[in-house]
């Protein structure tokens, strides 16, 4: 994977070439920049492909209409319009989108561009990868969340039977290119949910970058200081990908946070007050870092300040009681658990992770008791 990075004096780039562990090997070109779309879609001359498709969101192509179609280049080419929200990551919009390109006669050499945020980029990069075996595709992360976690790293897929990503495959796109001006647009609640993944990368392999974060204001980041920290958690997370990209081992410790949080994101789904991936990951990640308090392997001391940090993100610290039995119910169906079995990823210390660990039932309860009140 290759991070091509708009400098945050704006202009100069500096380009990192960090190779993904894959049969052919892989390079994805991450372009990170206010006002990028066009330097970033101009390298992949856009012209050579049969025919264009921006797939996007209704809240995204409300605020940026003029800045997506400046994107196509054919009257042919289409933008097509999804829902916002979880429920559309399904096989209904899939469907839908297949049959789109199929009415409008894209071919294998025609490309699809995904612009929003992670809803749009893992259902689009999903039927892109599936389509005729596969067509290209491009990201254009439109939230912080996927700017910095979800269009990055190759996996695509809808929830399905209640569970979170649960039909997927893992694809590469063509580039990711992280434009921050769509960020002005983001709903305060959206934009803090990203911060949850950028302290997840953090936490599991980078103890100087969670200083950093403590260092500085959250929720009142300069252009220049959200891009730094957009350009070391994307270092995070392409560096665990390229070592592991089908999952196997250590890029298991993304997962972090996950176990509970995924269980908790469907359960409070269902609810009048849904939880956002992010908020549901920042909770998550409280349970699972008590539990390797529990498990006499995080100190005291380090849970608190991971406590700390999610508090002045302003991310939720705990959820509702009566959601236990359900959050229980999902991670038994926990896509990393093998025969029945929960696989946490656990911390050692802030920067230290662990994957594959297996807790008793009674430390676990204790764990979601700590988070479920
Ligand atoms: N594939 C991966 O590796 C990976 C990693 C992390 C998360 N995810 C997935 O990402 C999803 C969450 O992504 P998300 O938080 O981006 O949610 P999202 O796609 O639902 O976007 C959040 C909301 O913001 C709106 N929005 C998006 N961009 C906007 C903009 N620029 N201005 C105004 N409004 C905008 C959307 O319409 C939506 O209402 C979850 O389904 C999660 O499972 C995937
Ligand atoms: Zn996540």
């Known amino acids: 994977m290759a991070l091509d990075v708009n400098s945050a004096a ?7 070439r960090l190779k993904l562990n894959q049969k052919p090997p892989s390079d994805v070109p991450i372009y990170i920049g206010r006002g990028i779309v066009h330097r970033g879609l101009q390298d992949f001359s856009l012209q050579s492909y049969t025919r264009r498709a921006i797939l996007t969101d209704k809240n995204v192509f409300r605020h940026w209409p003029e800045k997506l179609s400046a994107i196509l280049c054919d009257k042919d080419d289409l933008i097509i319009v999804i829902p ?7 096989l209904e919009t899939l469907h839908n989108i297949w049959a ?5 006669k894209f071919d294998r050499k025609s490309i699809l561009i995904n612009a929003g945020g992670g809803i749009v980029c893992d259902t689009g990069a999903f039927a892109a990868a599936t389509y005729m075996r596969g067509i290209p595709f491009i990201q254009l992360p439109t939230t912080l969340l996927s700017q910095t976690d979800a269009a990055i790293g190759g996996k695509t897929g809808v929830n399905f039977g209640g569970l979170k990503n649960i039909i997927g495959v893992f694809a590469q796109p063509v580039a990711v290119v992280c434009d921050t001006e769509f960020l002005s647009t983001l709903p305060a609640r959206e934009y803090r949910s990203g911060f949850a993944e950028i302290i997840k990368h953090s936490l599991i392999a980078d103890a100087g970058m969670f200083r950093k974060l403590n260092t ?10 959200i891009q730094k920290i957009l350009i070391k958690s994307c270092e995070i997370k392409c560096k ?5 990209f089908t999952e196997k081992g250590s890029r298991k410790l993304l997962n972090f946070g996950h176990t509970v949080g995924h269980a ?3 359960a409070s789904g269902k609810t009048a007050n849904p939880l956002l991936h992010g908020e549901a990951v920042a909770i998550g990640m409280i349970a699972e870092a008590k539990l390797s308090t529990l498990a006499g392997l995080l100190s005291r001391d380090e849970l608190t300040k991971i406590e700390k940090i999610i508090a002045s993100a302003q991310l939720p610290l705990r959820a509702p009681r009566r959601l236990l039995s359900g959050v229980m119910a999902g991670m038994e169906q926990d896509k990393k658990n093998e025969r029945k079995k929960i ?4 911390l050692k210390s802030i920067g230290n992770a662990i994957f594959d660990s297996e807790q008793p039932k009674q ?11």
């Open 84 to 90: 916002p929200g979880e429920n559309a990551k399904c």
């Open 100 to 104: 789109v390109l199929l009415n409008y």
């Open 10 to 16: 704006g202009n100069g780039y500096s380009i990192k």
């Open 363 to 373: 430390l676990i309860k204790e764990a979601l008791e700590y988070v479920l009140r």
């Open 343 to 346: 696989k946490w990823v656990l």
């Open 216 to 225: 500085v204001d959250l929720n009142k980041l300069k252009e220049t200081e």
């Open 240 to 244: 665990i990908v390229s070592s592991d």
């Open 264 to 266: 908790l994101e469907m």
